[in-house]
């Protein structure tokens, strides 16, 4: 069992809740409880609306409730309730649908009512609110991706003491009875529960508040009263550094960490954890892994900083310092008395005037004649020097900041305090001290050198050959590491451009997100992580010009497969030598052509290989092969195996390397592609498996195609293509072939479907409305002339309505405007009720959609329209 915690920005929209889903459906062996936060942004607008008093007054800044309701929130505004209720709404809308809405209703109706003012158990019901709802919409995420999840109310365990409803502290003996009598079987029982941190419940049935830094504590106690083997935060920073990176780039993430390091660290200016969170996971000896949600997969080990109770095991003579932390805007008073300074009990008045005044004080050093004490709250700083001034001699240095360096290590080492000093060179200390755990040393120095400091003191302790064991990679690297993409559908930004576009330029029009596209790349990239690996996109599936820029941009290849395709790929840019020209039946003249462009030729069958070779020699080319396995979503896209058209059979390979070698043509490159929109990555690692035996025959080989097919989930809830273990199989294989062949080759890759269907969707509206025979048509002014994979491959395409997402639903045909009857979108699909005039988007259909789209009938072919960021580029 293991504990997993997901901070407001880790929920904070539908990516966010991507990366969610990708980070638990990783750990569902390990029954994760699932703890989150309200959604970024959602505590602060709680909090000033409770305070602002003035109920339902239209005064939203759009910015503070979020981007996406920023177009409501123009003038005339909405009240900050609304666009609070408008977020959640809109977010569940996008991650699980129209229908998942009413799971929302009796908080989105508490914040409709507002607040109940005036009392603190009204206010934290209203602060609950928050996690309430991003509890639901995670659950409900979850849920629509695939995974088995419930909704949890964590007040039936969250027991607090009824003391102060706003700031409750937990009753750990009754939270104990509570989570294993509700909660620890739901648990082990499979499936994951979803529930809210920062709130619980007093014995009176009440909600309560943990305060602020919260859901961490909760997820903390939540995890010692499972006793989890672990407890993981996830946030938006990578886990705990050597220093703070703004400070110093090259500050190296800490894989490791003792928990009275990171204590240490915590309290003095490591912003990452609330000190008083890691005490319940301390106490239970549950490791707790600080890391980023954006980068769950940071290669190699695992990701951010893991605190263990111990990590003896992982001392090391070469770092005994682990990080260096800065906590600015000190203050320092100086109390001096001759007199009496160490007269028996003079230290402990002084204290007192601190504690009387409510100021913790962070750190003291003694000397004969005096005592300095360092305060980071200012607020009652008079008052205390006041009550001092009676007693003795008093200064005040403000401005001050103490740097502390921390390291378990610190204990056993010698000549650290050399060091130190070394870095700290000629600035002034003002104050010194070693904590009483041995395990810290901190200095008070003018604020305005602080960081000057931090950097020598990282500079001296950080330098050279550090264990890998503790020491991950750099800030600097980490800033450019790819975050693992996100990008579900975005319905409501499309909403708003298509019903722009649409009254701008009417309908049916296809609409493209680039920045999808990129996402795309970027993951696929990632999963192959093979600096050899070339990607190569099948322009097939979609030739708009703007993916061919994007795709030069990204340092993508072109797979082409007609003259025309080779044409528009040089003219937008692509370099010759990264187009692959893999036609069938094309005449000789067209394969001369077009290897006489600089482009790479790919012979697909005997025939092309002695037609070819007949007019040139001495040049190389590329061998289309027939592993003889085929996969893809429909048996029309199925391009291996006995039955296929394409390529040439293992047995007919020594065949076309004769013909080839007698006119001193070099086989460059073998190529397979088995079939198209396959979700199984075990038939294309077979594929490759068996490329990769037929590639020891070719001396000249420099790459290994593996084709395209990778397929997109079409449906909500269907699996992700296998993608890392498609890239880790492909890379295992072409490892052990260039061990046996002792060279390297490059990796090439052609997917045309997994880098564009996501991006595009069909716009489309109702024309006609007829109920007939216990059907409900729904007519279009589009149809199969634009989009014919439902009728050519009985192909299933998401349909949103987006003029009326929160419609009843009903069961409904949604047809084109073709003189035939296999032209059908959908059918018997439950939609929110769509009528004449709706907008309907016919969803993923960015791949193979405009492209395959023809003049039927003597309609027009749809426009196309391209976004970045959610903006439409020449329109
Ligand atoms: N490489 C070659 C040689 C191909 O023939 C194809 C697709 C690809 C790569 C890219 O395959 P992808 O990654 O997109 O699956 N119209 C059908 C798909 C036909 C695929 C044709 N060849 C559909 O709409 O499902």
Redesign the pocket.
């Known amino acids: 069992m293991i504990v997993c915690k997901f901070g407001g920005t880790s929920v904070e929209d539908a990516g966010a809740l991507r990366r969610l889903h990708t980070i638990v459906a990783d750990r569902v062996a390990e029954k994760p409880l699932v703890v989150v936060s309200a959604l970024a942004g959602v505590s602060d607008l709680l909090v000033s609306t409770f305070e602002d008093g003035a109920d339902n007054e239209p005064r939203l800044d759009g910015r503070a409730a979020s981007t996406q309701t920023q177009s409501i929130a123009s003038s005339p505004g909405p009240t900050a309730y609304e666009a609070l209720a408008t977020r959640h709404f809109d977010l569940m809308c996008e991650v699980a649908g129209a229908e998942a809405c009413h799971r929302l209703d009796p908080w989105l109706e508490a914040l409709r009512a507002g607040p109940r003012r005036g009392s603190a158990q009204g206010q934290a019901e209203w602060l609950a609110l928050g996690e309430l709802l991003a509890s639901a919409i995670v659950t409900a995420a979850l849920e629509a991706w695939g995974l088995r999840a419930t909704w949890f109310d964590v007040r039936s365990v969250m027991r607090t003491r009824g003391e102060n409803p706003i700031q409750d502290r937990p009753d750990r003996e009754v939270l104990q009875r509570l989570v294993d009598r509700h909660l620890r079987h739901s648990i082990e029982a499979g499936g994951i529960v979803v529930t809210q941190g920062f709130i619980g419940c007093d014995a009176g049935g009440r909600t309560t508040l943990l305060g602020r830094g919260g859901s961490d504590f909760s997820a903390s106690l939540l995890g010692a009263a499972l006793q989890a083997e672990r407890l993981e935060i996830w946030t938006d920073v990578d886990g705990i550094m050597t220093a703070p990176p703004r400070l110093v780039p090259g500050a190296r993430r800490l894989r490791v960490l003792s928990f009275d390091e990171a204590a240490e660290l915590a309290y003095f200016g490591a912003k990452v954890l609330h000190p008083a969170t890691l005490h319940p996971a301390q106490e239970a000896a549950i490791p707790v892994l600080v890391a980023n949600s954006r980068r769950p997969k940071t290669a190699p080990g695992t990701p951010g900083t893991l605190i263990l109770p111990d990590t003896t095991a992982y001392h090391d003579e070469r770092a005994v310092v682990r990080s260096v932390a800065v906590k600015h805007g000190v203050t320092v008073v100086t109390v001096h008395s001759t007199r009496m300074l160490m007269a028996h009990g003079f230290l402990e008045r002084i204290f007192a005037v601190f504690a009387k005044h409510s100021t913790p004080v962070d750190l003291v050093s003694t000397a004969e004649v005096s005592v300095s004490l360092t305060v980071d709250d200012p607020r009652s700083l008079q008052a205390i020097v006041d009550e001092l001034r009676a007693i003795a001699r008093v200064e005040v240095a403000p401005e001050m900041a103490i740097i502390c360096v921390v390291g378990d290590g610190m204990r056993r080492a010698r000549g650290i305090a050399a060091r130190l000093f070394r870095a700290v060179g000629s600035t002034e200390v003002r104050m010194i001290s070693q904590g009483a755990s041995e395990i810290n040393v901190s200095l008070v120095v003018a604020d305005a050198e602080a960081d000057d400091v931090v950097r020598r003191l990282h500079e001296e302790f950080f330098q050279g050959n550090l264990p890998r064991a503790v020491f991950g990679e750099s800030f600097a690297d980490l800033e450019t590491a790819p975050s693992l993409p996100a990008s579900p559908p975005s319905p409501h930004r499309l909403a708003r451009v298509a019903a722009d576009l649409a009254a701008k330029h009417g309908t049916p029009f296809y609409v493209y997100e680039l920045d999808r596209v990129e996402a795309q790349i970027q993951r696929l990239r990632t999963a192959l992580d093979h600096s050899r690996a070339r990607l190569a996109y ?1 322009c ?2 979609n030739f708009h010009p703007a993916l061919f820029f994007l795709m030069r941009d990204q340092g993508v290849g072109i ?1 082409a ?1 007609s003259p025309m395709e080779v044409e528009r790929a040089l003219q937008c840019g692509i370099p010759a030598d990264q187009v692959l020209f ?1 036609a069938n039946n094309v005449s000789v003249e067209t394969l001369l052509a077009v290897h006489d462009q600089g482009v790479r030729v790919n012979l697909g069958s005997l025939s092309d290989v002695r037609r070819f070779a007949a007019h040139r020699a001495g040049t190389e080319v590329f061998l ?1 092969t027939n592993p003889g396995i085929g996969a893809g ?2 048996a ?2 199925v ?1 291996g195996g006995m039955d296929s058209k ?1 390529g040439i059979l293992a047995e007919d390979l020594q065949e076309a390397r004769e013909i080839l070698a007698a006119r001193d043509i070099r086989v460059v490159g073998l190529h397979a ?1 088995i ?3 396959s979700l199984d990555a075990a038939p294309h690692l077979e594929a490759a498996r068996r490329l990769v035996a037929a590639a020891t025959a070719f001396p000249h080989l420099r790459s290994l195609n593996v ?5 997109v989930p079409y449906r909500r809830g269907e699996p992700e293509f296998a993608l890392e273990s498609y890239g880790a199989g492909l890379r295992e294989m072409l490892q052990s072939l260039e061990a046996a062949l002792g060279r390297t080759l490059e990796l090439w890759v ?5 880098l564009v269907a996501q991006a595009g969707t069909l716009v489309a509206r109702v024309t006609c409305r007829k109920e007939t025979a216990g059907h409900i048509y729904v007519g279009l002014d589009s149809g199969m002339n634009h989009l014919v ?1 439902p009728a ?2 009985g ?1 299933y395409h998401a349909i949103r309505n987006l003029s009326a997402p929160g419609a009843p639903l009903e069961s409904v045909d949604v047809v084109g405007n073709i003189c035939e009857s296999a032209d059908v979108f959908a059918m018997s699909r439950p939609l929110p009720s769509p009528q004449e005039g709706h907008l309907l988007a016919i969803e993923n259909a960015g ?2 959609g405009f492209a ?1 789209a023809s003049h039927y009938n003597l309609w027009p072919l749809p426009r196309e329209f391209v976004l970045r960021d959610g903006a439409v580029l020449d329109a």
């Open positions: 099948a097939k599936a797979d497969v893999t289309r979503h429909h029309h896209v391009t394409f592609h079939g198209s929109g084709g395209g097919g990778l397929g052609e997917p045309g479907r997994f994979r050519l491959y192909a791949a193979y395959m």
